[in-house]
C-alpha cells in the first residue's frame, strides 16, 4: 500500500477552506482546489470521499463544539431543581453565550462555512439543528416549572407558530443567522463579532 504523501491533506484542506469561502459549497471546483494544493482530484476523493466529506472534514470539529457546548449549558441548567430554574436562567444564559460567541469567534471562517457557504451538505440546517435543540429544551423548562398550564396565553401551538418565523430570519443572511438559537440576547450575537462587510469586529471582547 503506498503512503500518503506528508503535507498534501493539511494544503488541500487551506487551499479548500478558501475555496469554499470565496465560491461556497455548490460552486467550489475540485479540480481548483486540487490545482492550488498542488496535487489531483484523485488525491482528494482517496483522503476526503468527495467534495462534501472535504467541506465536512472542515467544518465538522466546529459544529459539533459548538454543539456540545449548548448542550452542555442546558443541561447544567436543566439538572437544577425546578424552583431554581427562573432564578438563575439568567445566569446560565450570559454565561453560556459567552462561551459560544468566543468559540465561535476563534473559529470565525468555519462559521463563515456553516452559515453561508453550507447549502447543498448536511450543514445546510445547521441553524435549525440548534433551533430544534432550544425548542426541546425550552418545553422541558416549561413541563418543570408548570409554565405550560391551562388557561395560559403561552400555548405549545403558540410557540409553534413562532419557530417558523424564525428559521425564515435565520435562513436569510449571516448577521441574523442566531436569531432565535438561545434563549435572551443570542440574537445579538453574530451581529455583535462581524464588521457590515462579514469580517471579525476587532472590538469582541474589549472591556
Not at 169 to 177: R, Y
Amino acid at each position: 500500500m503506498t503512503k500518503p504523501i506528508e503535507g498534501v491533506s493539511e494544503r488541500i484542506l487551506v487551499c479548500a477552506r478558501e475555496e469554499f469561502l470565496e465560491k461556497g459549497y455548490s460552486e467550489a471546483s475540485l479540480r481548483t482546489i486540487a490545482a492550488k494544493a498542488d496535487t489531483t482530484t484523485g488525491s482528494i476523493y482517496s483522503r476526503f470521499g468527495d467534495k462534501e466529506g472535504l467541506f465536512c472534514a472542515i467544518v465538522e470539529p466546529a459544529a459539533e463544539g459548538l454543539t456540545q457546548i449548548f448542550l452542555k449549558t442546558q443541561e447544567a441548567f436543566h439538572a437544577r431543581e425546578a424552583e431554581e430554574q427562573p432564578k438563575v436562567m439568567e445566569d446560565y444564559v450570559v454565561g453560556g453565550m459567552d462561551e459560544m460567541l468566543d468559540y465561535v469567534y476563534d473559529r470565525f471562517d468555519d462559521f463563515r462555512l456553516l452559515l453561508d457557504a453550507s447549502y447543498g451538505t448536511k450543514y445546510q440546517d445547521f441553524v435549525e439543528h440548534l433551533v430544534d435543540i432550544e425548542t426541546e429544551y425550552t418545553y422541558k423548562y416549561m413541563e418543570a416549572t408548570q409554565f405550560l398550564q391551562e388557561g395560559s396565553m403561552i400555548t405549545e401551538e403558540f410557540l409553534i407558530s413562532c419557530r417558523e418565523p424564525c428559521l425564515t430570519v435565520c435562513s436569510k443572511s449571516s448577521d441574523t443567522a442566531w436569531t432565535g438559537i438561545l434563549p435572551e440576547n443570542i440574537c445579538i450575537c453574530w451581529r455583535s463579532i462581524t464588521t457590515a462587510d462579514g469580517e471579525p469586529s476587532s472590538s469582541w471582547g474589549e472591556a
